[in-house]
């Protein structure tokens, strides 16, 4: 008869996007820690910062100057990891190492025109401003590139580069693979089902996640729950009808 599992236990985790198992040993967040521990710096910004390249009216690291912007505002980056018009037919294959060039492009969202907000911290109006310009951007994108990614990374230990409140679109000609994975997978294979609906495995495997694991970080009524896929912070919906 097979035992419940216990997630304080030593375990293993199956991640249907990689076919990886991944090994979880949550009992050693309470060893002794004698090593560095990182001291949290005061968030203390003004509205406006003179030295910011992404505050309105400033000069942008690449030279430009940023428009007086009053609400969200979208231009592209000035070190974009992806830029647009490379060749896709080039590439290289001998048997061993294998590259292809990539095309695509990469803009940058300024949420707010001030310096210390947060998203978080945003009013509704203005987080749903933020939000209508992710969805009018990926519309837009998605009509040249195969693949179209709304990002945030928010804070030094993150790799922000600058606090003002911001976020990325990368769109690219090539598809990550995680995500062909995920397209290709079938609903057959998986082993826990809701009444037989052909959902993604995302949002299967924060189910039984859920149920068994209870690893959930975050859930709210429609957004939730946030769950770890073995090891990192997925967002998926809460509500079924989202689940298609």
Known sequence: MTQPLQPTRPHRRFNPLTGEWVLVSAQRTSRPWRGQVEVAAPDERPRYDPTCYL??????????????YTGTHVFTNDFAALVPGSDGSASHDDGVFRSET????????????????????MNQSEIRSVIDTWVEQSNELAVDYAWVQVFENRGSAMGASNPHPHGQIWASSSVPTIVRNDEGFEWKACPIGYDNDPVRVLNHYAGPEFRLLGCVTSQQDVAGPLQVIPLTDVLVPNDRRHRR
Do not use: I, W
């Not at 505050?55 to 007086?68: F, L, S």
């Open 55 to 68: 505050c309105p009216g400033n000069d942008r690291a690449g030279g430009a100057v940023n428009e007086q």
């Open 102 to 121: 990539v095309s695509g492009t990469c803009r940058v969202v300024c949420f707010s025109p001030r310096h210390d907000l947060t998203l978080a911290l």
